[in-house]
Each structure stands twice: as C-alpha cells, then as structure tokens.
C-alpha cells in the first residue's frame, strides 16, 4: 500500500499449515493491518491490536499467522521492520 505522505506499506503473512485455511487466516492478518492503518491508527497501536486481534482468533494452539511489516519512506528511504508472531 503507498500513502499520500511518500510512505510504503509492505506485508508478508504466513498462516500455520497448508490449504485454505492457513490462507484465509493469512489474508485476514494482511486485511486488518491494511484496515487499522487506513483508519489512521499509528504504527506501535496497530501492532498491539493486531496481535491481541489474532490471538483472540486464534481458535487453540492449532493455529497462529506471522506478520512481518516493512514500512518503507521513499523519500528518505529509510525502512522500519515490524514482526508479529515469529522470531525475529
């Protein structure tokens, strides 16, 4: 996602295991970053909503998703890494 202030959004996301369910959880932890950021909520904020967010959906053990962000100026090109959910 690029934003009208010369910023970058990039997102990776892998959900645990294989098949349409580790893809509809991956596609929803890209979905409510995509969707916490364009409501204007800051960077540090959105990272906490989103874990407590997948954790509380996370239906056990059974299943987590990893975030790993990269919010991108590309007038300055400096560059913030942000991971949820794995080893950094």
């Given at each position: 996602?690029?934003?009208?202030?010369?910023?970058?959004l990039?997102?990776?996301?892998?959900?645990?295991?294989?098949?349409?369910?580790?893809r509809?959880?991956?596609?929803?932890?890209?979905?409510?970053?995509?969707?916490?950021?364009?409501?204007?909520?800051?960077?540090?904020?959105?990272v906490?909503?989103?874990?407590?967010?997948?954790?509380l959906?996370?239906g056990?053990?059974?299943l987590?998703t990893?975030?790993d962000?990269?919010?991108?100026?590309?007038?300055?090109?400096?560059?913030?890494?942000?991971?949820?959910g794995a080893?950094?």
């Amino acid at each position: 996602m690029e934003y009208k202030n010369g910023c970058c959004l990039l997102a990776l996301s892998d959900g645990m295991g294989f098949g349409a369910r580790a893809r509809e959880e991956s596609s929803f932890a890209v979905d409510i970053l995509e969707q916490f950021f364009d409501a204007g909520f800051d960077k540090d904020t959105t990272v906490k909503l989103i874990n407590s967010v997948l954790l509380l959906r996370g239906g056990g053990a059974d299943l987590f998703t990893t975030l790993d962000i990269c919010w991108l100026n590309l007038h300055s090109g400096d560059a913030e890494f942000i991971k949820i959910g794995a080893v950094e």
